[in-house]
């Protein structure tokens, strides 16, 4: 990848190097080149681009600065614009126009950001994969043939294809986090309520913020990603202290009861954890401070499917009474003081997001799907336990590529940290992400 990060974009600008303009132009080029077969970049607001960036540039001989000065970017389809559609790939409302920016858009813009456009989602945001009636079918970058991850799959594309060097996400089962690992890109699942959901909402609703769900930044490296965060936060997130290799201390969970991974997950995931104890990092790779994940598991997908549905009727238990909801919160409150205890020890939690690579695109149902680990037949929907291991419990986690699989494709994986050590947990990325990369 040869195109400026979104960092080295705006100290271009600032330098006189380039301009607003022409980094615009130049995005744009790249998604009109490179767009056409993988369809991420699905609502285009090019002339509204290239004015801001003419305006920004004025600007700029005036005097004006920010963080990402000129930086041309995406933002997920889910997010409001002000004169663009925003369907969630509903066809029931591809003619709903935004009036208003989302807040998360707006704090972009003010950071000195030129928005290009929204990228592709499936419906309802309900997906690892990103297809839907109103755009179509989003593709892998390194395989046509396979998911580029959801609901975030046309953000992870247009980063992992180089067409613009930052996006925002949303993630409530790995939206953030899957679409990173299959793309191979970084993406932040910041802690629950760090960052607005304002303009992010469900169509129809009235934007009260969603049980588990956040809003967070996806990047093609580190510093990105860590600047966006601070662009994005509500409030300022404590940043984290400079550490050598060997002061790191690691769990490395690649076992969990409900679900499996694959053999080449799993070396990953070895080779991760071998390169920090090689730098003389504290390692360990099971602990009795982790909280019951059966159990975690059963009440993540519990909340997930009140919040998703709205409270619709389960067809196995019914319509969700109050009191089942207060129950789940406690059961969550509980969760998240264990896993508060165990970052007591640990700085980092390294696991799966997925346990495979990106898989063929599928279109059955959820609940029908099968997902074929190894040769073996298995249940697609038991792999969210890996990412209800920081969803339900409101943990920030960071996926990283560590390596390449069969077929070229990504291996990525889940950085974890305590409630609001957003930074610790890009961080311990960067670190597991140098020891590992080109070795």
Request: hydrophobic letters at 45%.
């Amino acid at each position: 990848m040869t195109e400026r990060s979104a960092l080295e974009t705006a100290a271009a600008i600032r330098a006189g190097e380039t301009t607003a303009l022409l980094e615009t132009e130049a995005a744009i080029a790249r998604i009109e080149a490179r767009d056409g077969p993988l369809n991420a970049v699905v609502v285009r607001d090019f002339a509204r681009a290239r004015h801001a960036a003419a305006e920004l540039d004025q600007r700029i001989k005036e005097g004006f600065d920010a963080p990402l000065l000129g930086v041309p970017m995406t933002v997920k389809e889910s997010y409001d614009l002000a004169g663009l559609k925003t369907t969630w790939g509903f066809t029931e409302h591809r003619d709903f126009t935004a009036k208003r920016d989302a807040v998360l858009v707006q704090r972009l813009k003010n950071a000195g950001a030129i928005v290009l456009g929204k990228t592709n989602v499936p419906v309802g945001l309900a997906d690892v994969q990103s297809n839907n009636p109103i755009y179509g079918r989003t593709h892998n970058p390194h395989d046509h043939g396979r998911s580029a991850g959801g609901s975030s799959g046309g953000s992870g594309v247009a980063l992992a294809s180089g067409m613009v060097p930052l996006e925002i996400g949303s993630d409530i089962g790995g939206s953030i986090r899957t679409p990173a690992a299959f793309d191979g890109v970084w993406g932040l699942k910041p802690t629950f309520g760090l960052l607005s959901t304002t303009g992010h909402h469900f169509p129809g609703t009235d934007g009260a913020r969603v049980a588990l769900s956040v809003c967070g930044p996806m990047a093609r490296n580190a510093d990105d990603l860590a600047a966006a965060l601070d662009i994005l936060a509500d409030h300022p997130v404590g940043p984290a202290a400079p550490r050598q290799p060997d002061e790191w201390r690691i769990l490395i969970l690649a076992d969990h009861p409900e679900t499996s991974i694959s053999a080449e997950m799993r070396a990953a995931l070895e080779k991760v954890g071998a390169a920090f104890a090689a730098a003389g990092a504290t390692v360990d790779r099971e602990s009795d401070l982790l909280p019951d994940l059966s159990a975690q598991h059963r009440h993540y997908m519990h909340m997930l499917n009140i919040a998703m549905t709205r409270g619709a009727p389960d067809p196995v238990r019914g319509t969700p009474t109050l009191a089942e909801w207060f129950d789940l919160a406690d059961h969550q409150a509980r969760n998240i003081r264990q896993w508060h205890e165990l970052f007591g020890r640990y700085d980092a939690v390294i696991a799966p997001i997925f346990g495979t690579t990106a898989f063929p695109h599928d279109d059955t149902p959820l609940t029908e799907r099968r997902l074929e680990i190894d040769g073996r037949d298995t249940s697609f929907a038991t792999q969210f336990a890996w990412a209800g291991l920081a969803t339900f419990a409101n943990l920030p986690a960071t996926s990283v590529p560590v390596a390449t699989g069969a077929g070229g494709l990504p291996i990525g994986v889940q950085v974890i940290a305590d409630r609001y050590q957003d930074h610790l947990s890009i961080a311990a990325a960067r670190a597991a992400h140098d020891l590992v990369w080109s070795k």
